[in-house]
């Protein structure tokens, strides 16, 4: 599980590309990304945190079933 955080940077349509083929690579070697934008984690850092626990829960089911 891998959890980003992004700035306004990753707004950029270089920048964007860049995240899109760094996260297909990292999902080919089974990894599971959450993105956030920096403005959400400042604003409701708890439904963020829920949100993380659920996705890891999810997770965590996937891979017991192979």
Excluded: A, F, P, T
């Amino acid at each position: 599980m891998i959890v980003e955080l992004d700035g306004s940077v990753h707004e950029d349509d270089g920048v964007y590309k860049k995240d899109l083929k760094r996260e297909k690579d990292l999902e080919k070697l089974s990894y599971k990304i959450l993105r956030y934008n920096n403005q959400w984690v400042y604003k409701d850092i708890q439904s963020i945190w829920w949100g993380i626990v659920e996705e890891c829960k999810k997770r965590v089911e996937e891979l017991k079933r192979g």
